[in-house]
C-alpha cells in the first residue's frame, strides 16, 4: 500500500506562495504518475497538475494555474512538491496529493492523501 502525507497548506494574501508537500510511503514501483488535485466548496475536484513518476517525468496543468504553478519530485525522498505562485483567492481549497498505479486505465488515481487546506484571502 502507498500511503500519502500532504503538508504546507495554510492562509496566505493573494499574491503570495506557499509550496505543498507529498510524502510518500511504501513502494512506488508500480506508480505511474502523481498528481495534485483540489476541492473547492460548490465546486467538483479538478486536476491541479501531474508529473510522471517513470520515465521522463512530464508535467501538466490545469489551465487556470498554468504559468503560477509548479510540480515537482525528488524520487529518492520519494516526494513530490507543489509550488504555488501569484495565488490567488480563486485557488483556495482543500489540496490533494495522489498516486495513479500502472495498472488499470491511466489516470484512474488509487491513493490519496487526507488533504491540506489552502484558503487564499485578498
Known amino acids: 500500500q502507498v500511503r500519502l502525507v500532504e503538508s504546507g497548506g495554510g492562509l496566505v494574501q493573494a499574491g503570495g506562495s506557499l509550496r505543498l508537500s507529498c510524502a510518500a510511503s511504501g513502494s512506488m514501483r508500480s506508480i505511474r504518475a502523481m498528481g495534485w488535485f483540489r476541492q473547492a466548496p460548490g465546486k467538483q475536484r479538478e486536476l491541479v497538475a501531474e508529473i510522471t513518476i517513470i520515465n521522463l517525468g512530464g508535467t501538466k496543468y490545469a489551465d487556470s494555474v498554468k504559468g503560477r504553478f509548479t510540480i515537482s519530485r525528488d524520487n529518492a525522498k520519494n516526494t513530490v512538491y507543489l509550488q504555488m505562485n501569484s495565488l490567488k483567492t480563486e485557488d483556495t481549497a482543500v489540496y490533494y496529493c495522489?498516486?495513479?498505479?500502472?495498472?488499470?486505465?491511466?489516470?484512474?488515481?488509487?491513493?490519496w492523501g487526507q488533504g491540506t487546506q489552502v484558503t487564499v484571502s485578498s
Open positions: 495522489a498516486a495513479d498505479q500502472i495498472f488499470g486505465a491511466q489516470g484512474d488515481y488509487d491513493y
